[in-house]
């Protein structure tokens, strides 16, 4: 069955069909795959058995994977895949539960920030637990002429605490099992506000309410003013893409010109269990990168 790609929102994302990750995709599928991420920014393969080494084996078709920084709740013996889980086994969770339920995209706090992640469904909640994401290239181009001039001249510096410092108290997240010290081992950095997509030529924003705390070259009034700016100007409804997930769904997105978030409206009585594993990215090029 030759593989087919079905839009699935205006803004972003994408079902591919015809394919089966459980058996080494043949190059020319491959580029397939690859080639549907990144004209829609977000692909769901559906109806997936994968083991962790099956899903590694896909993942690496967009490249080396990241060991997130999140040590604790790595697969025993699969390092490369973080398990985002509110399961339990006696007391102690099998994984991170309720993670990303801010607006972030995945290791921007790196120096080499994710390129993708690729997140497997194996136990979700139906009906509850979607995810969220935006297109920020689409968000850039919808900026005014000048408010693209003043973006394309700024570095954003983001900072893996500042999620936990911000909503500390407020999100599930945290108070279902986080703790200060495993954000604090990460040395913020600084990326372009505005970078070129490289498989497209296209800009977009490259900004997160979860790591995004300033900017280099405004003080801390401007900077939070453009911070509430593009908070609200990113998350329009016509960027947005949301997924109803299923049980066995494969997702794949391109972090590079995305952010998400998940929408926590389930509890510890409704079981979700997942792999993720993350692709590295190249360094950030900036607005003025040639395609």
């Known amino acids: 069955m030759a593989i087919q790609v079905h839009r699935l929102a205006t803004a972003l994302g994408a079902e591919v069909r015809g394919v089966d990750l459980s058996r080494p995709l043949a190059e020319d599928a491959a580029e397939t795959v690859r080639r549907a991420l990144w004209n829609h920014a977000v692909i769901v393969i559906r109806d997936q058995r994968l083991t962790p080494e099956q899903q590694i084996a896909f993942s690496r078709i967009f490249g080396p994977l990241e060991r997130h920084v999140l040590a604790d709740n790595l697969l025993a013996g699969h390092p490369d895949i973080l398990v985002l889980s509110n399961k339990k086994a006696g007391e102690k969770r099998l994984g991170r539960a309720y993670a990303g339920e801010y607006w972030h995209s995945d290791s921007s706090y790196l120096a080499r ?106 003080n801390a009034a ?50 979700r269990y997942m792999h993720r594993t993350t692709v590295v990215g190249e360094v950030p090029e900036g607005a003025n990168a040639t395609a």
């Open 222 to 271: 401007e900077g939070d003013a453009l911070l509430r700016f593009l908070a609200d100007h990113c998350t329009r409804p016509e960027f947005t893409f949301r997924h109803h997930w299923q049980q066995r769904d494969v997702v794949v997105w391109d972090n590079r010109r995305t952010m998400h978030r998940l929408v926590v409206d389930f509890d510890d009585d409704q079981p």
């Open 113 to 218: 920030p994710a390129l993708g992640s690729v997140l497997y469904g194996i136990e979700v909640p139906v009906g509850f637990g979607d995810t969220q994401w935006v297109n920020l290239a689409a968000a850039y181009a919808a900026l005014s002429p000048a408010m693209q001039l003043l973006c394309d001249g700024l570095t954003g510096l983001h900072e893996f605490q500042n999620a936990y410092r911000s909503y500390l108290g407020v999100l599930r997240e945290f108070s279902a099992g986080a703790y200060e010290g495993e954000y604090t081992r990460v040395v913020p950095v600084a990326h372009p506000l505005v970078r070129r997509h490289l498989p497209t030529g296209r800009k977009s924003l490259y900004y997160n309410p979860g790591f995004t705390v300033g900017f280099e070259e405004l």
